[in-house]
């Protein structure tokens, strides 16, 4: 028997990695997120206790999903001695006839929990919330510490959520396919939101890669799916080398390669190549596109900053936005030159649309040092700095400025 | 379930009566309504007049109080409903993004309330 401390750890990982299966066949059987996750819940706690004195069961999901299925007779059981509810007690009956058989072999509806809980009736940061919740078995308490909101206003909006779903009548199925591709688009955005929140902090990004591998398994014909897990694999194999000690931002060209995670590099090239092989090219494919060649860049100067800027061309056809012109201009300053990429920045900029935008200053004030154009690279700096959210980026801009005064770029 | 579309305008966006577009527009009413009710999901449906024949009223300690207007000042007006028999949400979205109005204005769709008899 395995040591009590470990044994606790056994139980949570495994709690945590069943959670969403489990939950998304409760819900499609009771045809309620909440009562499904207080029932949940419940067996949890039993199974603590009880996996605590006689180990693992060999089925675990099992063994919880039959617990869950039991409180939740009770739990219909109690509310129907108050209000008669007809239905709820011919699917108790129901309930009551599953055979063990069925339980160990209980279906897949993963797939139409994210789509529920990432439809676009549900305000964005509610569907963060909530997919993390349902589908990656976080806590309140763990979801409200990613947003750096209070317990009570993340557990309120989760409640309400659920209520919307259930009173709104978000149908519990995957989408047609006529709708199938922006409805898909609305889960990617929300993983991907739940992966840059873990390259703030946190080890989000790690389970944003979790639930990529959980939706590709469950969609694998979806070039975009693939797409955004190679995207998140190669981005997040270069996290380890972003701080150096102290914990300041080391930028791309400064960045120790060989601290890169390799084995993701290339699974996550794998991974878009097979993608890009289906003949529907979407943003994450071409997002992903360009984290690989950053990444299989033996060094900064091997860049290949031409095929860069030109996948940019691309991706902004798909999502014309000032982002990714920005990013371009960067692409350009290197495959041409810095007065190239200036003149690509200014001319998104024109008429102050960017004025207040960090990455705008940021680029700017880079291609004007490179220019020589120190009093107005400085300038830019400033606004740089001042629009920067986070004391890393700040730090990083400031010492920039200061080698570029001090004339050592 | 039953859904109700209220349709949100700014009367000044959008055809405008006595022009060339406001014909087609009252057409593609026409259009729709045919579509529910073949498709059996019309309950029923209404236009409103102009919000500046809009009066509110409300009752406070006894005494009625009446003004001119509508109850919330907005430049979107509501300006009629649909009461619409469906499935779930994303028919009745399906339904409600056909009506016209949505081109200009926006639909809000709020599913009914059912009493527990």
């Not at chain 1, 009173?167 to 709708?179: G, K, L, Q």
């Not at chain 2, 577009?21 to 102009?50: I, N, S, W």
């Amino acid at each position: 028997m395995l040591p009590p401390r470990s044994l606790d750890r056994a139980i949570e990982r495994c709690v945590r990695e069943e959670w969403g299966r489990i939950l998304a066949s409760l819900v499609k059987r009771l045809g309620d997120f909440q009562l499904a996750e207080d029932c949940l819940q419940d067996a949890v706690l039993v199974a603590m206790n009880t996996w605590a004195v006689e180990g693992l069961p060999k089925s675990p999901a099992g063994w919880l999903i039959s617990v869950a299925r039991r409180k939740a007779i009770d739990r219909v059981r109690r509310a129907a001695n108050f209000a008669s509810k007809h239905g709820e007690i011919a699917y108790l009956m129901e309930l009551e006839r599953v055979t063990e058989d069925e339980v160990e072999g209980f279906g897949d509806e993963r797939l139409e929990m994210i789509f529920t809980c990432c439809h676009p009736a549900l305000e964005e940061k509610t569907r963060v919330a909530l997919t993390l919740r349902t589908l990656g078995g976080l806590s309140t308490e763990e979801i409200a510490a990613a947003f750096l909101d209070n317990v009570d206003a993340m557990s309120a909006r989760l409640t309400r959520a659920k209520k919307k779903i259930a009173a709104a009548r978000i149908p519990y199925r995957v989408p047609e396919s006529n709708e199938l591709a922006e409805r898909l688009g609305s889960v990617l955005t929300v993983i991907y939101l739940i992966f840059n929140k873990g390259i703030e902090r946190g080890d989000l990004s790690g389970e944003a890669i979790r639930l990529g591998r959980i939706i590709l398994d469950l969609m694998p014909e979806e070039p975009e799916v693939a797409g955004l897990l190679a995207l998140m694999l190669v981005h997040d194999a270069r996290r380890a080398a972003r701080l150096d000690v102290t914990g300041a931002f080391v930028p791309l060209d400064a960045q120790n390669r060989s601290r890169w995670n390799w084995t993701k590099i290339e699974e996550g090239v794998a991974l878009l190549k097979v993608a890009l092989g289906r003949g529907r090219v979407g943003p994450f494919q071409l997002q992903a596109a360009i984290h690989a060649v950053h990444g299989q860049a033996a060094t900064w100067g091997e860049t290949d900053w031409a095929e860069i800027a030109a996948l940019y061309e691309v991706l902004y056809r798909e999502q014309p936005s000032p982002v990714v012109r920005i990013n371009q201009a960067v692409a350009v300053s290197y495959a041409m030159s810095a007065a190239c990429g200036l003149a690509m920045l200014e001319e998104v900029g024109v008429g102050g649309a960017l004025d207040r935008y960090q990455p705008y200053w940021a680029a700017r004030a880079d291609f004007l040092g490179r220019l020589g154009k120190t009093q107005l690279a400085a300038e830019s700096y400033e606004h740089a700095i001042e629009l920067s959210e986070n004391q890393q980026e700040r730090e990083f801009l400031h010492r920039k400025a200061s080698r570029l005064a001090a004339g050592l770029v | 379930m039953q859904f109700m579309c209220l349709i949100y305008a700014d009367p000044a966006a959008g055809p405008q009566p006595g022009t060339e577009e406001f014909g087609p527009f009252m057409h593609g009413y026409q259009v729709f309504t045919e579509t529910v009710k073949k498709d059996g999901k019309m309950v029923h449906a209404d236009a409103l007049k102009g919000v500046e024949t809009a009066t509110s009223v409300s009752v406070r300690g006894g005494k009625t109080e009446v003004i001119d207007g509508p109850f919330a000042e907005t430049k979107e007006h509501l300006g009629g409903y649909y009461l619409l028999e469906c499935a779930d949400l994303d028919e009745a979205v399906k339904y409600a993004a056909q009506i016209p109005t949505a081109e200009h204005g926006r639909i809000e769709v709020r599913p009914v309330m059912v009493w527990d008899s």
